[in-house]
């Protein structure tokens, strides 16, 4: 099973929507998919329009205990193939509960060991901070996402999350969590400021960025009130086809075509050394 953290300390930026419509995206390929909710807001679970407050078992459970298997939390979702462990609010409490327990960055990936067999792909969407939730899914992941807003530099934020995600790496042993890449999202082709940020991220970051980008799309905004991805919400849409592209560009980051669905997903990935040497 790969295990692909959406990370981001900034708040908006996309997390969420792209944790949704790639699982969602992945699912309709045929891939078996597990999304873990780690946010307390719980906009994956809601989105995916389900009631965050109707589960008496969530991700909240994992999180506080060490070693309670995911498999207890998750539930179906509306997509085949597609399968949720959500969150709802207690889980804020969390990181209130658990500071100076040993091992306490551990138990997410200590909880996934259980279902690695069930599922071809894990998507983890995380909240905007770089606490105790997303470093357990750092540690639990094999790969980071990093949506970065188009009309906004982020220079200073990334950085810090590409040395959070080195620093895991020599701390935790099992750890060997690659930034698989950098997404531009809010792309408006046709504001200054859109291509300026997106100009001068590719200058500095190279590969590490997605040539695919998310456009600003209205469908994409409105797809979670139905409950739904973008994917069956308004597949001919500008942000449906942004989410397949990208799909597609993450198979061919993993050194696998499109369309050819093997045994599991590779673990060819860009090295997070690189990448911190890259934000300088
Ligand atoms: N491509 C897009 N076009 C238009 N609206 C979008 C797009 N992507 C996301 N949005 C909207 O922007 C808002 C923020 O997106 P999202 O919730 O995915 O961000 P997030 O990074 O998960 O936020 P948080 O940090 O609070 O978890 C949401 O209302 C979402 O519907
Ligand atoms: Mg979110």
Redesign the pocket.
Known sequence: MRTVSIV?Q?????????AINISAAFASLGYRVLLIDL?P?S?ATMGLGLDADAFSRTIYDVIAEPWIPVSRVITKTGIEGLELAPSNVFLGTAELELPGTLGNELHLAGGLADVSDEYDLCII?C??ALGLLTINALVASTDVIA?VQAHYYPLEGLKRLLESVRILRERFHPCSVEILGLLL??VEDRTVLSRQVQGRMRRLFGNLVFDTV?????R??EA?SAGESVLSYAPQSR?AGDYRSLTAEILGRWGIAEGVRDAGLGQEGLSILDAAAMAG
């Open positions: 981001n900034k708040g908006g930026c996309g997390k969420t929507t792209t946010d807001q906009h969407d909240p905007p949506p999202t809010f998310i456009h600003t799309n209205l994409v905004a979670p942000g």
